[in-house]
């Protein structure tokens, strides 16, 4: 297995981080071929997603996230800012990893299909992901 952990800074505000250029240098630097890309986020407040990018699905998951986990007083777990406790149930909903098969090389995504980064939570602007490149067997 070939893998690698990069830092992404998603800044201030909730956001949809495209992680997919990202991959695509991590894959070539594997020497990729066939095999399976793991996508991991080692936080306890973020999570990925496999989703159109550019086209306004990406502001359309952050609007439905506000409206299926409104940032408010409702939640228990209360650190942080203004309900924050919402950003530690959003990885039930956005788990923190993904799992995309690569054929020759390249992410056997759809054609608008993007790997993104999702993180809500203000309270941290660094986050690190880590990359994961399992080989299938030759003649397999």
Request: net charge negative; hydrophobic share 40%.
């Amino acid at each position: 297995m070939f893998s690698t952990e990069i830092e992404v800074r998603t800044g201030a505000e909730p956001v949809v981080h495209d992680l997919t250029r990202e991959i695509e240098k991590f894959l070539a630097s594997a020497g990729a071929r066939d095999g399976l890309l793991h996508v991991w986020v080692p936080h306890a407040t973020a999570g990925l997603v496999v989703i159109e990018t550019g086209a306004g699905s990406d502001d359309d998951l952050l609007r439905a996230i506000d409206e299926v986990l409104p940032r408010d007083d409702r939640w228990i777990h209360r650190h942080g800012s203004h309900g924050h406790g919402r950003d530690h149930v959003l990885p039930a909903f956005l788990p923190p990893y993904a799992s995309v098969p690569v054929f020759d090389g390249a992410l056997a995504t759809g054609t608008w299909q993007s790997v993104c980064l999702v993180d809500t939570n203000v309270d941290n602007p660094v986050r690190h992901v880590r990359f994961s490149f399992l080989a299938g067997r030759a003649g397999a």
